[in-house]
């Protein structure tokens, strides 16, 4: 068993590819058309981290429902924790490439730490080796 993809509600399919696969090096696995449950079109938009198995959906928002959660998906919190086996590296490639950090890297036991904002608004953990 393996938890095979998560959902992030965007507003628009490509800035949210241009930022996942031009900024975080992400991979783009899938970008196809697709219908909504009702018949309408939309896309079908998987990226990853290279190696890793587990994906994210980018889910344009459809309604006023799903409008109102992106870039609150986790109620403020950190709510996606991504590591890199080179923390200083892929801090300094971030912030050159203008992603906004909203802590300053720190040491805990569990390796170096910076929270981020993505695209949308949502919080992560960039997180160096333990």
Known sequence: MQLELVSIVVDEYQPAID?????????LVEDSPSLTN????????????????????LARADGERQAA???????GRVG????????DAAYERMAAAG??????????????????VDI????????GPR
């Open 38 to 57: 009702d018949g309408r079109p939309k896309r079908w938009v998987v990226v990853r981290p290279p190696g890793a198995q587990t994906g994210l959906l």
């Open 69 to 75: 959660v992106v870039g609150d998906q986790f109620a």
């Open 120 to 127: 949308a608004g949502n919080r992560w953990d960039l997180l």
């Open 99 to 116: 992603v906004e950090f909203v802590t300053t890297p720190r040491a805990e036991p569990y390796g170096q730490v910076v929270v981020f």
């Open 19 to 27: 930022f996942f696969v031009d900024v975080l090096g992400f991979e």
């Open 80 to 87: 996606l924790f991504l590591r890199v086996d080179d923390f």
